[in-house]
């Protein structure tokens, strides 16, 4: 069975890091893209990061570009999230998803970790 | 960036009815869009993607279509299990895979 399970989340202050973890199971990992998406209490679903297969491919969504840095560890079969400067719009459920064939949407998706920022 | 905008917000339709939610682009995006469900406390899950094509395992009564700008999502029939939240979701440019604002779909 394919499976994603987030880690990480907790309450942090505005300005602290934290680093997200993503374990995946029942695919082949190193052969896709995997994906960060978030959403906020009550709200639609937002884009955070994207990195290929081999990690040599990132790109991330303008809200998060220099804070955020999208990393993965194919021996480990695991994604993270490092996340800097965080800001009390930050506050979600961050989402660990699989991309279906190449760079595209998510096919599977993790049950999410929730990531509090507040003082 | 690309946009992606949703009508309506919300709907309200009974079992039974002939559902269809529309979605646009700010610009042509092709057929690269995929359409997810959402209920409360969940994770989204893939319908359509490729605009049209129907995720292995999904009831045939969900249906996409469209290219360019304009997308419809269609539900043939709803069923009880289908009152949820969807979005639409761009996949055209790398830099932003920007999701719609949602379509609530609730009992009327």
Same mark, same amino acid.
């Given at each position: 069975? *394919?499976?994603?399970?987030?880690?990480?989340? *907790?309450?942090?202050?505005?300005?602290?890091?934290?680093?997200? &973890?993503?374990?995946? &199971?029942? %695919?082949? %990992?190193?052969?896709?893209?995997?994906?960060?998406?978030?959403? =906020?209490?009550?709200?639609?679903?937002?884009?955070?990061?994207?990195?290929?297969?081999?990690?040599?491919?990132?790109?991330?969504?303008?809200?998060?570009?220099?804070? %955020?840095t999208?990393?993965?560890?194919?021996?480990?079969?695991?994604?993270?999230?490092?996340?800097?400067?965080?800001?009390?719009?930050?506050?979600?459920?961050?989402?660990?998803?699989?991309? =279906? =064939?190449?760079?595209?949407y998510?096919?599977?998706?993790?049950?999410?970790?929730?990531?509090?920022?507040?003082s | 960036? +690309?946009?992606? $905008?949703? #009508? @309506?917000? $919300?709907?309200?339709?009974?079992?039974?009815?002939?559902?269809?939610?529309?979605?646009? /682009?700010?610009?042509? +995006?092709?057929s690269?869009? /995929?359409?997810?469900?959402? !209920?409360?406390?969940? /994770?989204?899950?893939?319908?359509?993607? !490729?605009a049209?094509?129907?995720?292995?395992?999904?009831?045939?009564?969900?249906?996409?279509?469209?290219?360019?700008?304009?997308?419809?999502?269609? +539900?043939?029939?709803?069923?009880?299990?289908?009152? /949820?939240?969807?979005?639409?979701?761009?996949?055209? #440019?790398?830099?932003?895979?920007?999701?719609? @604002?949602?379509?609530?779909?609730?009992?009327?």
């Amino acid at each position: 069975e *394919v499976q994603l399970v987030e880690s990480g989340g *907790v309450v942090v202050q505005p300005g602290g890091s934290l680093r997200l &973890s993503c374990a995946a &199971s029942g %695919f082949t %990992f190193d052969d896709y893209t995997m994906h960060w998406v978030r959403q =906020a209490p009550g709200k639609g679903l937002e884009w955070v990061s994207l990195i290929s297969w081999d990690g040599g491919s990132t790109y991330y969504a303008d809200s998060v570009k220099g804070r %955020f840095t999208i990393s993965r560890d194919n021996s480990k079969n695991s994604l993270y999230l490092q996340m800097n400067s965080l800001r009390t719009e930050d506050t979600a459920l961050y989402y660990c998803a699989k991309a =279906a =064939a190449g760079i595209s949407y998510m096919d599977v998706w993790g049950k999410g970790t929730t990531v509090t920022v507040s003082s | 960036d +690309i946009q992606m $905008t949703q #009508s @309506p917000s $919300t709907l309200s339709a009974s079992v039974g009815d002939r559902v269809t939610i529309t979605c646009r /682009a700010s610009q042509s +995006i092709s057929s690269w869009l /995929a359409w997810y469900q959402q !209920k409360p406390g969940k /994770a989204p899950k893939l319908l359509i993607y !490729k605009a049209s094509s129907l995720e292995s395992g999904v009831p045939s009564r969900f249906s996409g279509s469209g290219s360019g700008t304009e997308f419809t999502l269609t +539900i043939s029939s709803l069923q009880p299990d289908d009152f /949820a939240t969807y979005y639409c979701q761009q996949y055209n #440019s790398y830099s932003s895979f920007t999701f719609g @604002p949602g379509t609530k779909v609730d009992i009327k």
